[in-house]
């Protein structure tokens, strides 16, 4: 099988999504997979550059052996004018693509990109996936636009041969935009039970970064929005007295240097590690007693179920949220999830964990159990099936037409 994958982000440089993990294992399962993909950060890096060239990279995320070919048109480099650029250009790659490639299949999961595919897929009769990991027309930057976002966005759900959401919130969000029920599920993200392993040595991570035996680490992952609650639980640690509580963050993004300005203007330990290499990322979860997601109960996040629950769950550690409705849909209670109101209070709530030691181990065994159900080897069974269903379909179909 062929797939093409088509985004409105970076698959270079962002954490790796559910879809990152799915395409290197069919990739290694010999399907041949390709990616277009968008250079987000452009506007946050600057640069002199004003119109990019077209690149093309080799790329693995996940697994050294399952490199994936990741085209990047150029676009003008000016606001709004980079959309306006991508009509042409990104339109002109994804014919390119049908036309070299012979994709006998097209995955989205955004607006831009997602929509110039679709319109070009049904005149080659290639079926169509879309994907939902996000509410993507609140994650575009100019907010004079996600009302145009979320046209666009109804119109590729309700396009789509098939319909896969990654929960059950975000099935229901795909209802409410239009999606045939009987064309949309839900395949759930997943863990790799053996690189997500809760005895995984930790010392190492803990010595590198000043952490001491006796200390509690509370520690974060991933893209750094402002509404990631971090910022106030920066806030709010600093008025605990007991100075061995370190919050450990692994990520940059939006509000990285509004927490660094917070540790240093209240004094607050908190160790920013940076951007980590993929492989890395469960050491420092084991270097950890509480994980935590203390984003707002916003429309971006009010539906979603980000991948860094099931890899914190995996590696045995419980996990502070807020009531976050898609959150609480999937976890449910008594799985090593505990829910507070606001980002501020992840951290009188870890207190209260740490006092009694063995809460914090029957959570985490919770969690564990919770998530090792999601492997990732069976997750991918099922999606390289029901794909294989979708163009076994429209073969028949063209070959009935032809008939």
Not at 369 to 381: H, L, Q, V, Y
């Amino acid at each position: 099988m062929k797939m093409l994958i088509v985004q409105d982000t970076d698959w270079i440089r962002r954490n790796p999504y559910q879809h990152t993990h799915l395409a290197e294992r069919l990739a290694r399962r010999g399907h041949e997979i390709r990616v277009i993909d968008y250079e987000i950060l452009w506007r946050a890096e600057g640069g002199k550059e004003i119109l990019s060239r077209r690149q093309v990279f080799a790329v693995s995320r996940i697994f050294e052996d399952a490199s994936i070919p990741v085209i990047r048109p150029g676009i003008l480099k000016i606001p709004i004018l980079d959309y306006v650029s991508m009509l042409i250009t990104y339109r002109k790659e994804i014919n390119r693509q049908i036309r070299e490639f012979g994709p006998d299949i097209i995955m989205g999961n955004d607006i831009l990109t997602t929509y110039l595919a679709y319109k070009a897929a049904p005149k080659n009769n290639i079926p169509t996936v879309f994907y939902s990991i996000d509410i993507d027309h609140k994650l575009i930057p100019f907010r004079f636009l996600q009302p145009i976002g979320k046209v666009i966005e109804g119109k590729n759900i309700r396009n789509a041969d098939l319909v896969i959401a990654i929960n059950e919130g975000l099935r229901e969000y795909t209802l409410r935009m239009g999606a045939d029920p009987d064309k949309t599920l839900v395949i759930r993200a997943g863990i790799d039970p053996q690189r997500y392993d809760p005895g995984i040595e930790s010392r190492v991570i803990r010595e590198e970064y000043g952490i001491e035996k006796d200390d509690v680490v509370l520690f974060f992952m991933g893209w750094l929005y402002h509404f990631s609650g971090l910022k106030e639980v920066a806030i709010e640690l600093s008025k605990v007295r007991d100075k061995n509580i370190k919050l450990l963050i692994v990520g940059d993004g939006d509000a990285f240097n509004d927490i660094q300005r917070i540790r240093e203007e209240y004094g607050v330990q908190i160790i920013l590690a940076g951007k980590q290499p993929y492989e890395n990322i469960p050491k420092f979860i084991a270097s950890s007693d509480i994980c935590l997601l203390p984003a707002y109960n916003n429309k971006v996040m009010r539906d979603i179920v980000p991948i860094k629950m099931y890899e914190y769950m995996a590696m045995g550690k419980p996990v502070i949220t807020t009531k976050l409705p898609g959150i609480m849909k999937e976890f449910g209670e008594d799985n090593g999830v505990v829910y507070v109101d606001e980002p501020e209070d992840s951290v009188g709530k870890a207190i209260e964990l740490v006092e009694d030691g063995s809460v914090l181990k029957e959570l985490g065994s919770k969690a564990r159990s919770f998530a090792e159900r999601n492997s990732w080897d069976n997750i991918t069974d099922e999606f390289e099936s029901i794909l294989g269903v979708i163009v076994k379909e429209k073969q028949n179909e063209r070959s009935s037409k032809r008939i």
